[in-house]
């Protein structure tokens, strides 16, 4: 079995440069983003982070997209700002997730204040979303098509758009979306949806809604908008995203990830309990197949809405004012597993595990029921003894005895290696997806084979045919 070692000697290994992104990507998810807004693309040394393709495979304009900034006023549309963004990211060979269409918020006055029949607010949003998302036709991996439509207890939030249309706006939205780009992905997205609730059975009751109607509807976008050791349990946030898949979406994620200290300034012991939380985060999503990527909701505190919003809370992010990297980034590197770049002439190959148990194994379900039997498996196959069987033989003649000896030696030995290895083979399979299972797979053929190499050279020095019957005769 593997065991992790400490976080200080994966980073004193030359092998972990690795970065966001190319690790993510090698667990198994699509991407690992960020976002971005306008105002900090004249900062160089934040762009050349941000554009960093091992880094941020993905990106999503915080702002440029809303209502308030692409229609400002009736039929006036204005695509300067999102454009920007959307070609940094085609520049840059980057996914672009594009934020937002139906929102209550940053809606241009002449939207919220309205006077609407169900017929002219209906005209409004399709004509709305038809001209955005056939501007961006193509260039959006996904888009949140609604934005924050509950309320906490899961009904739904009254704006514009539902005191006018009720809930038919959902579908209609959808609708529109797909048609003005059918092979964009499309995503119901909001905040504290991370873990079972009422909330959450709320957004099963969005999905199942738009499904009936006949619409398309891809995704759940959890925003995971969080608090320093208050983050959901890791089992509790994959339930969550099940109960997502289980309402008929092919795919979740992570989309506007940011976990806060309510207090500041942030402590030694605040920045390792902040980083545990977001390697919860990463467990969690590695653990859902449906997981396809996690996006922060852009890298530095020195741009973080945090401040603004809630007053004397903050450092929520993985890079400090300085765009120095905190503890919370290497916990989001150790916990993606092996570094793809990883030297394999390193000794010692279990130091780029994850977490205190290497989650991609001992966290799926097979593992958990596995794990304990090969334990046991494993028990007693250390416990097989060759003389143990000799004294049942002593009875018969000293060839008989010592042919019988090698027979169910070399048969009963080596059939338990091969049921250890078999099962583990399970286990990896079933626990682990992507690059992860190959390596275990791997590495668990080579430690099993060693053993057995070892035996049979064993038995060649120790056990030779003289030395193997004057022992049978002798005992």
Same mark, same amino acid.
């Given at each position: 079995?593997?065991?992790?070692?400490?976080?200080?000697a994966?980073?004193a290994?030359?092998?972990?440069s690795?970065?966001l992104?190319?690790?993510?990507k090698? +667990?198994?998810l699509?991407y690992?983003?960020s =976002?971005t *807004?306008?105002?900090e693309?004249t900062?160089? /040394?934040?762009v050349n #982070?941000?554009?960093d393709?091992?880094e941020?495979?993905?990106?999503?304009?915080?702002n440029?997209?809303?209502?308030?900034?692409?229609?400002?006023?009736?039929?006036?549309?204005?695509?300067?700002?999102g454009?920007?963004i959307?070609?940094?990211?085609?520049?840059?060979?980057?996914l672009l997730?594009?934020?937002?269409l139906?929102?209550?918020?940053?809606?241009p006055s002449w939207?919220s204040?309205?006077?609407?029949?169900?017929?002219?607010?209906t005209?409004v949003?399709?004509t709305h979303?038809?001209?955005?998302?056939?501007h961006y036709?193509?260039q959006?991996y996904?888009w949140?098509?609604?934005?924050?439509?509950?309320n906490?207890?899961g009904?739904?939030r009254?704006?514009v758009?539902?005191n006018?249309?009720?809930d038919?706006?959902? +579908?209609?939205?959808f609708?529109a979306?797909? =048609?003005a *780009?059918?092979?964009?992905?499309?995503?119901? /997205?909001?905040?504290? #949806?991370?873990?079972?609730g009422?909330?959450q059975?709320?957004v099963v009751?969005i999905v199942s809604?738009v499904k009936?109607?006949?619409?398309?509807?891809?995704?759940?976008?959890m925003q995971?908008?969080?608090?320093?050791?208050?983050?959901?349990s890791?089992?509790s946030?994959q339930?969550?995203?099940a109960?997502y898949?289980?309402?008929?979406?092919t795919?979740?994620?992570?989309?506007?990830l940011d976990?806060r200290?309510?207090s500041l300034?942030?402590?030694?012991s605040?920045?390792?309990q902040?980083?545990?939380d977001?390697a919860?985060?990463?467990?969690?999503c590695?653990a859902?197949?449906?997981?396809i990527g996690?996006?922060?909701w852009?890298?530095?505190?020195?741009?973080?809405?945090?401040p603004?919003?809630?007053s004397?809370?903050?450092d929520?992010?993985?890079?400090?004012f300085?765009?120095v990297?905190?503890?919370?980034?290497?916990?989001?590197h150790?916990?993606f597993g092996r570094?793809?770049?990883?030297?394999a002439?390193h000794?010692?190959y279990?130091v780029?595990?994850?977490g205190?148990d290497?989650?991609?194994?001992y966290?799926?379900e097979?593992g958990?029921?596995w794990?304990?039997?090969?334990?046991?498996?494993?028990?007693?196959?250390?416990?097989?003894?060759?003389y143990?069987?000799?004294?049942?033989l002593?009875?018969m003649?000293?060839m008989?005895?010592?042919?019988?000896t090698f027979?169910?030696?070399?048969t009963?030995?080596?059939i338990?290696?091969a049921i250890v290895?078999?099962?583990?083979?399970?286990?990896v399979?079933?626990s682990c997806r992507?690059?992860?299972?190959?390596?275990?797979?791997?590495y668990?053929?080579?430690g099993?084979m060693?053993p057995?190499?070892a035996?049979?050279?064993?038995l060649?020095n120790?056990y030779?045919?003289?030395?193997?019957?004057?022992?049978?005769?002798?005992?």
């Open positions: 079995m593997l065991y992790s070692t400490a976080l200080t994966l980073l290994l030359p092998g972990t690795a970065q992104n190319k690790l993510a090698a +667990a198994g699509l690992f983003g =976002a *807004d306008n105002g693309l900062d160089t /040394n934040y #982070i941000l554009k393709t091992d941020f495979g993905q990106i999503t304009p915080g440029a997209q809303k209502w308030q900034y692409i229609e400002p006023s009736q039929g006036s549309f204005s695509y300067t700002s454009d920007q959307a070609d940094l990211a085609k520049e840059n060979g980057q997730r594009c934020h937002t139906v929102w209550y918020s940053q809606l939207v204040s309205g006077s609407w029949t169900e017929a002219t607010l005209s949003v399709n979303i038809s001209n955005v998302v056939g036709k193509g959006c996904a949140d098509v609604v934005n924050e439509a509950l906490e207890d009904t739904y009254t704006n758009f539902y006018v249309l009720g038919s706006y959902f +579908a209609l939205a609708k979306a797909a =048609a *780009d059918p092979d964009a992905k499309l995503y119901y /997205n909001d905040y504290n #949806i991370e873990s079972t009422a909330k059975a709320g009751k809604l009936d109607a006949g619409a398309k509807i891809d995704g759940v976008g995971a908008h969080l608090i320093v050791g208050s983050t959901p890791q089992s946030q339930s969550a995203m109960s898949v289980a309402a008929g979406v795919e979740v994620a992570y989309t506007e976990i200290f309510s300034p942030s402590t030694d605040g920045l390792q902040q980083a545990a977001y919860s985060v990463t467990k969690a590695l859902e197949a449906a997981c996690i996006t922060i852009d890298y530095t505190d020195k741009y973080s809405w945090i603004n919003t809630f004397g809370q903050g929520a992010l993985l890079y400090d300085d765009l990297k905190k503890p919370a980034w290497t916990a989001r150790y916990d570094d793809p770049d990883y030297d002439d000794e010692y279990d780029v595990r994850s205190p290497y989650d991609c194994l966290g799926g097979m958990a029921v794990w304990p039997k090969l334990d046991r498996l494993h028990s007693l196959r250390g416990g097989f003894d060759l143990g069987w000799q004294r049942l002593l009875p003649p000293v008989g005895r010592f042919g019988l027979i169910i030696y070399m009963g030995g080596y338990s290696y290895l078999v099962l583990e083979t399970v286990t399979v079933s992507g690059p992860n299972a190959i390596d275990e797979l791997l668990n053929l080579s099993h060693f057995v190499a035996s049979v050279l064993d060649v120790n030779s045919w003289y030395s193997l019957a004057s022992r049978i005769i002798l005992f």
